[in-house]
Each structure stands twice: as C-alpha cells, then as structure tokens.
C-alpha cells in the first residue's frame, strides 16, 4: 500500500504540470464551445438581418450558461429498444476522443499537454478520427432508421475525406521532415514563411477535408436537419446530446489548431523574423483594450443594473487581459513570458479566424447531396492532394538544388502550385464532361467507401 | 450493408422539412428512393363539411384557413365563385384593390416558399430574408384589414373597407424596394453550383405527366405549359394589366425555382401598374344582407400562388349552400410527388417536397 503512495506521489510529481492542464481543459473547454456557439449564432444572426441571442445577460452572454443548465437538467431518455451500454458508452467515446486529441495541442510554445511526443501531428490526428466510433455506435445503438443512416454517411465521409486530410498534411510535413508540433512551428519560424504560402493547395485540400471530417455545413450530411432529422444525433437528449455537441466543437478546434500549427506558423506572430514590424506586438493589448472600453460605452445603454454590473465586469476582464498581454512588450521584467502570453493570443486568434470561416461558409452556402460529397472527395480532393505532394516534393528536391531556403522556396513551389491548380481545373473539367448528374441506374453504394 | 434489403422509412408527420404534418413512406435502396407514399389527412378539418352548415358569408373566414400562407388568394376565389352564382359583378375599384392584395400575397407565398425550399436544401441564410420582405407585406395587410395571416380581406359583392389613405404609397414602397432584394436572393443562389447541383435534374415532370397529374401552378408551368388562369379566364381586374408568363423547359426543380422567382418579379410590375390607376367608386356591388343564391351550381377558379384553387358551388335557394367543392391546388400538385421522387437519394425528398410548395392545411383541409 505505501509502494503505491509512493508511486502515486512520484507520478504527481513528475506530471503535475500536464495533469493540471489536462484537468483546466475538461473543465474550461465547455464553457469556450459554449461561447463558440454563442459567437455561432450572434455571427448568424448578423448575416441574416436578426439579433440573435437578446435575453440571458447583456447581449445574451450568459447564453450557453442558460443552455448548459438547461441541457443538465433535462430528463435523461434512452430509447426502449436502444443498445443501453452502447448508446451510453457512445457519446462519452466521442468526446473522449475530441479531448484527448486536445492535449496534443501546442498552444504557444508553453502549453502543451502532451509535451514534445515525437508523433505530434499523427497522435492529434488519429486520436480525434477514433471519434468516429462514437458516432457509428450512437447511430446503430439508437436502433432508428434516421440515425442509422447519419452514422452511415458520417463514418463513410470520415473515411474519405479523412484520405484527403493526411495527403494534405503530409504536402506541408515535407517541409519539415518532422511530427513534432513544437518543432514544426519552429521550423516555419526558422524559414521565415508559413506553410500556407509554401504549400497553398495543401492548405486548400485541408480546408476542405477539414469542413467535412468535422460534418460542418456544406458537408454537414450526418446531421443534415432537414433530411434526417439529427442524423445520429436523433435519440439523443439533454446531456448526451450535449456531449456530441461538445464533441463536435472540440473537433472543430482540433482541426483549426492542427491547420493554424501546420500552415500559419502556429503560435508565431506575423512576419515573427522581421524585427521592424515589433510594432505588431502592441496589436493584441490594444484589440482587447478597446473591447474593454467599448464595453464601458455600452454599460449606460444596459436595461438594468445587474446587466451593467455585467458589462462592467466584462470590461474589467478584458482590462485585464489587456495589461497580461501588454506587459511583456513594455515592462522589462516581464519579457521573458513574452512567447508564452502572446504566442497563445496569436494561435487563439488565428484558430478563431479558422472557425469564422467555417461559420460563414454555413451561413452561406446549401448543402451538397450526398454521392456529390462523395465525388468531390474522391474524384477531386483526393487526386489533387496526391499529386500535390508529389509536386511539393519535387519542388523541395528542386530547392534543395540550388540552395533556396526561407522566402526563396517561393520560386520553386509557386510553379508547383500553378501547376496542381492546372491539374485541379483538368479534374472539373473531366467531371463536368462526365456530366453533372449521376445515372440513376447506378448501383447506389455510397458508402463503399 | 444497406444495398441489400429495403429500407421503409417515415418521414414525418414530424419532421423538419415535410412542412407541416405530411407524413411520406420512402421505400429505400441504400439512400435511393424506389418507392414513396404520402400519407395525408392529419390537419382535415372538414372544411367542405362545414360549408353545409353555414351561410354564404359566414363560411368565407374558412377558406382562409385552407392555405393560410396564401389567405387572401383562397378569400378571393370564393368571393368570386360566390358572386357568379349571384350574378352580381364587384366595381372597378373593389376588383383593383383585390388585384394588388391577391398579388402582394402571391409576392409573400412565394417568399414563404423560396426561405423554407433553401433552408431545406441546407441555405439558412435566404429564409431571413425572404421573411424580412413578406413581413412588409403583412404590415400592408395588417393596415387594411387589421389582420396579416388569415385576413379575410374581402367580402361577397366587393370589400368591406376602403384602401387605407397611404394604401398606394405602401405598396408602391415595396415594390419599389423589393426589386433590389430580389437580386438580393438571386446572388445567394441562382449562380451558386451546390444550388445548381441540388436543384438541377431533380424531380423532373414533363410537360405530358404533368397535365396528366391535372398539376397546375409554377409547377405546372415550370414544365413548360404556358397556362395561367390570369390569362386564359382573367378574373378580378386582370384583363388590364401587362404582364409575362414564365415558363421553364425541363420541368425541375430548379426550373421551378426560376419560374416561381420570375412570378415575384412580375407580380411586382402588375402591383406597380395597378397603383397607378385605382378607379374611384364605390368598393361594394348591391347584395343584400342575407345571401339566397338562386339554385344552380357554379364553379369559379383562380390562380392562387400554388396553382388553380377552384371552387364549386351548388345552391339550393336557401342561405347555406348545398354543397361546396374545393380543388385545392396542393392537393393535386402532391399527388406527382411518387413520379418526381423516383430513382432520387433521400436529400432530394426534401428538395422535391419543397418545390411543390404545399400547403398541409389545403391538402388536408
């Protein structure tokens, strides 16, 4: 028995550090998807001419409290006929999943769970595809046509686009010739140029993959409300149906913090190596400043006194914030927890700007048909990302050659970028040839995939 | 794993995109439809039933509820039906003002219809739109008759009340803004390929099936018969105004996205033409209090927003009629739904529902 305390006390003591963040992400993250749904629906709200969420808080930011509360609360059904253990073990699988992929993650040079595993980019990548399980049990243990079919489609997406995905990452590892998260930052600071300039079609490819292994609108089929219903969702209720929710959220910061660590230089500010442009570190300490000041305007504005209690108080946070970022770039003593402070405002930051794309194309743009979704994944996104990396690869062979490095890499993957572009508009033009339609008479296996 | 057997799914009564409470069978291979039934009824009312027992004027609210996206087309076509079993004629004025109201509802049908056939096909953004316009349009009811859904605008013989004093200045402000939102919707989705890929080829019904079906409406015309009760057996003030009759070629879905988004824009023009020239007189033809149509039997239709809504009338000489028939056009436009839905994929169900645009309180009535 004391063997053990020991034991146990050795561990704390060795891995403390990774526990605490691991515990601070279970915890916090709910609360972040939380506010990713509310910025969700505000952001909607804008583009269709509405308020959005008005009620709960000032503008609504104490929304996906409410919400919260509300989804604990509410009865815990479970169908008669459903699988009872698996129908309970799926959701928790899925949201296994997505957080475990999280701990990965570098967010700034400072916080990482999983500290400097030399599988980096692989252990994120396939962690959060074993989500996937989650979502085919939840689907067949529902024991309903609806979510049977949502399983379906997603696990025959996943599969597909997640081809696509890894070609693409792939493309942007050869620059590197490393799985190591922190390392491959590193490099593109070393280089000087994020990936996404040197490899812009594996940016694209992953993009894509990205919008549909996350099952986000225009590929979101699983769920696609206005055909199945929920998709695998469709049994589910109250807390387990929150846990997909948050499982799908947290996937979506997986994919964003995966793209924004391979392709814009993660944590790195922008143009990190040219020292002239340090200016750009007042940048963030100013946005959140004046956050905090415009909400000091607002505070009259509000109906009662709580609600401006409320904004006072938001204001005082990104106060705050706002002196935590700015200290390092002006007071001396600070300076070394600059990377750290900022690094993680830059990669949140960039991470955000990835999710506000997904959220625009949703607000945006219809739905794909199933067997289209199919065949822009494997018809298109899957041969462009191929050849992509054969062509990056030539390229780095070619500037190996002549001794390019940093901004100079441009010259050799440029025409290799112009020239999967070309092969990428060959591809449309074949399908378009082939006819837009799909012959109804065909053997309809979709999911054969 | 599916491609083997048959899969019998339910589509509602309660689903998101049946748009009320129909409720379609789909016989499945894998994600293709091999067969579907619609299952109908669950909103009957008994609407004709009702018509027995009650007189002339008191049965009109109730055509209202039948398409109650599209009240004040339903009021007319009974009002009118009505009228040529009196013989009696409304005035230049009361058939003027109808032409723009029946005309501003086609404008807010249409709109109900393009939001929820996008929202179907996964666009959420159009609904809020197309609602934004239809809610102007409520307000212009809303002032003449104090109601916006189910308004009973008008009665037997003519209207009961007089154009409000900024009648014409509303009407013509919308239609004045409603041209540039027009455009509007049509940059989200006309040109947008996941919209042409959805829409394209999908649920087609040629020209021939679709007169077979007896279909009439956008659908109808969508087919590429050019038949519009507005034309052929002009009622109301119709005869007066220029205005075009779109047709589509192929008859799909999206062809009836086409022809339903010219509709709006047309309706526009007649609403402009009618404004300008609202005759003065009196709003109300000389019909009495009680109502004793002499015995006969009538049938009167007119183009509602959904196709010809047709009434049919037998008298007996009393205060309530014998017998009232109603064709309702959702009703018959839904029955070529198994035709259109065949050899498509479950996504295209909801695409096809969409684009018939029924109404579940007409089929079911």
């Given at each position: 028995m004391n063997a053990l305390f020991q034991a146990t006390i050795e561990f704390l003591k060795a891995f403390w550090a990774p526990l605490l963040c691991g515990v601070a992400i279970v915890a916090i993250l709910p609360l972040v998807v939380g506010y990713i749904v509310l910025v969700e629906r505000k952001l909607m709200a804008d583009m269709q001419a509405r308020l959005g969420p008005m009620r709960v808080g000032p503008h609504g930011l104490l929304q996906p409290i409410a919400d919260?509360?509300?989804?604990?609360?509410k009865e815990d059904i479970i169908p008669d006929d459903a699988d009872k253990l698996v129908f309970w073990l799926a959701p928790v699988l899925s949201v296994g999943a997505a957080l475990l992929s999280l701990a990965g993650l570098a967010i700034g040079p400072a916080f990482q769970i999983a500290q400097d595993i030399n599988i980096g980019i692989l252990f994120v990548v396939g962690v959060s595809a074993l989500g996937i399980f989650g979502i085919v049990l939840g689907g067949w243990a529902s024991n309903s046509h609806y979510s049977?079919?949502?399983?379906?489609?997603?696990?025959a997406q996943?599969?597909?686009?997640?081809?696509?995905?890894?070609?693409?990452?792939?493309?942007?590892?050869?620059?590197?010739?490393?799985?190591?998260?922190?390392?491959?930052?590193?490099?593109?600071?070393?280089?000087?140029?994020?990936?996404?300039?040197?490899?812009?079609?594996?940016?694209?490819?992953?993009?894509?993959?990205?919008?549909?292994?996350?099952?986000?609108?225009?590929?979101?089929?699983?769920?696609?409300?206005?055909?199945?219903?929920?998709?695998?969702?469709?049994?589910?209720?109250?807390?387990?149906?929150?846990?997909?929710?948050?499982?799908?959220?947290?996937?979506?910061?997986?994919?964003?913090?995966?793209a924004t660590t391979l392709f814009l230089g993660g944590w790195l500010r922008p143009f990190a190596s040219v020292s002239w442009l340090n200016v750009l570190d007042f940048l963030p300490p100013l946005l959140i400043l004046a956050i905090g000041a415009y909400c000091i305007v607002r505070v009259p504005k509000q109906p009662t006194r709580v609600q401006q209690m409320f904004m006072l108080a938001v204001a005082g946070l990104c106060f705050v914030l706002g002196l935590v970022l700015l200290a390092p770039v002006v007071v001396p003593v600070a300076k070394p927890f600059y990377s750290g402070i900022h690094g993680g405002f830059w990669f949140i930051f960039k991470v955000s700007l990835y999710i506000y794309f997904f959220m625009w194309l949703r607000f945006?743009?219809?739905?794909?048909?199933?067997?289209?979704?199919?065949?822009?994944?494997?018809?298109?996104?899957?041969?462009?990302?191929?050849?992509?990396?054969?062509?990056?690869?030539?390229?780095?062979?070619?500037?190996?050659y002549f001794?390019?490095?940093?901004?100079?890499?441009?010259?050799?993957?440029?025409?290799?970028?112009?020239?999967?572009?070309?092969?990428?508009?060959?591809?449309?033009?074949?399908?378009?040839s082939r006819g837009a339609r799909p012959d109804q008479t065909a053997a309809s296996d979709f999911y054969a995939g | 794993m599916l491609g083997a057997d048959e899969l019998v799914i339910n589509m509602g009564p309660q689903h998101p995109s049946t748009h009320g409470v129909l409720r379609v069978k789909l016989k499945l291979d894998g994600e293709r439809v091999i067969?579907?039934?619609?299952?109908?009824?669950?909103?009957?009312?008994g609407v004709e039933k009702i018509a027995e027992n009650r007189t002339y004027q008191q049965f009109a609210p109730y055509v209202d509820r039948m398409d109650y996206v599209a009240a004040v087309s339903s009021g007319l076509g009974y009002c009118e039906a009505i009228e040529k079993l009196l013989m009696v004629e409304a005035p230049p004025r009361a058939r003027v003002i109808r032409t723009i109201l029946t005309e501003l509802q086609r404008i807010a049908s249409h709109l109900l219809w393009l939001g929820t056939h996008a929202l179907d096909i996964g666009a959420l953004t159009p609904l809020f739109y197309c609602f934004r316009e239809r809610e102007e349009i409520l307000k212009i009811f809303e002032k003449y008759c104090g109601a916006r859904l189910t308004t009973h605008a008008f009665r037997i013989g003519g209207l009961q009340y007089?154009?409000?004093?900024?009648?014409?200045?509303?009407?013509?402000?919308?239609?004045?803004?409603?041209?540039?939102?027009?455009?509007?919707?049509?940059?989200?989705?006309?040109?947008?390929?996941?919209w042409i890929g959805r829409t394209k080829g999908v649920g087609i019904l040629t020209a021939a099936d679709a007169i077979a079906f007896g279909v009439t409406g956008p659908v109808l015309r969508a087919s590429g018969v050019k038949w519009d009760i507005r034309k052929a057996m002009p009622y109301a003030a119709y005869d007066q105004y220029k205005f075009e009759i779109p047709v589509g070629t192929t008859g799909d879905?999206?062809?009836?996205?086409?022809?339903?988004?010219?509709?709006?824009?047309?309706?526009?023009?007649?609403?402009?033409?009618?404004?300008?020239?609202?005759?003065?007189?009196?709003?109300?033809?000389?019909?009495?209090?009680?109502?004793?149509?002499?015995?006969?039997?009538?049938?009167?239709?007119?183009?509602?927003?959904?196709?010809?809504?047709?009434?049919?009338?037998?008298?007996?000489?009393?205060?309530?009629?014998?017998?009232?028939?109603?064709?309702?056009?959702?009703?018959?436009?839904?029955?070529?739904?198994?035709?259109?839905?065949?050899?498509?994929?479950?996504?295209?169900?909801?695409?096809?529902i969409g684009t018939i645009d029924i109404v579940l309180g007409e089929v079911d009535r």
């Open positions: 919260a509360v509300k989804l604990l609360i049977l079919m949502g399983a379906l489609r997603s696990s996943l599969v597909s686009y997640e081809t696509a995905a890894g070609m693409a990452l792939v493309s942007a590892l050869l620059f590197t010739g490393t799985l190591n998260i922190k390392s491959i930052v590193e490099a593109q600071s070393k280089e000087g140029i994020w990936f996404v300039l040197l490899a812009p079609v594996a940016f694209f490819c992953y993009l894509v993959a990205s919008i549909a292994e996350t099952n986000r609108a225009p590929f979101d089929l699983p769920e696609a409300e206005s055909e199945l219903v929920a998709g695998y969702m469709t049994e589910f209720s109250g807390f387990r149906w929150s846990l997909y929710f948050l499982a799908e959220y947290a996937n979506m910061i997986v994919v964003a913090s995966v945006t743009i219809p739905r794909y048909r199933f067997d289209q979704l199919m065949r822009l994944g494997w018809h298109f996104l899957i041969p462009l990302s191929i050849i992509n990396v054969l062509l990056v690869g030539v390229a780095l062979i070619a500037g190996a001794h390019l490095q940093g901004w100079g890499l441009l010259l050799v993957t440029t025409p290799a970028a112009v020239i999967a572009l070309v092969v990428a508009l060959l591809i449309l033009a074949a399908e378009k | 067969g579907s039934e619609c299952i109908i009824g669950y909103l009957h009312r007089e154009a409000h004093d900024t009648f014409e200045k509303d009407v013509e402000r919308f239609c004045k803004d409603f041209e540039s939102r027009i455009v509007e919707y049509e940059t989200l989705l006309t040109q947008n390929r996941i879905t999206y062809d009836r996205y086409l022809v339903r988004m010219e509709e709006m824009r047309q309706s526009r023009l007649i609403c402009l033409q009618a404004i300008e020239n609202i005759p003065t007189g009196p709003i109300m033809a000389k019909v009495g209090k009680v109502l004793k149509p002499p015995p006969g039997e009538v049938y009167h239709a007119i183009e509602a927003p959904k196709g010809e809504i047709g009434y049919y009338v037998v008298s007996d000489g009393t205060v309530m009629p014998y017998r009232v028939h109603i064709r309702p056009p959702s009703f018959i436009n839904l029955q070529a739904f198994d035709r259109m839905v065949r050899g498509h994929l479950v996504a295209d169900v909801v695409a096809i």
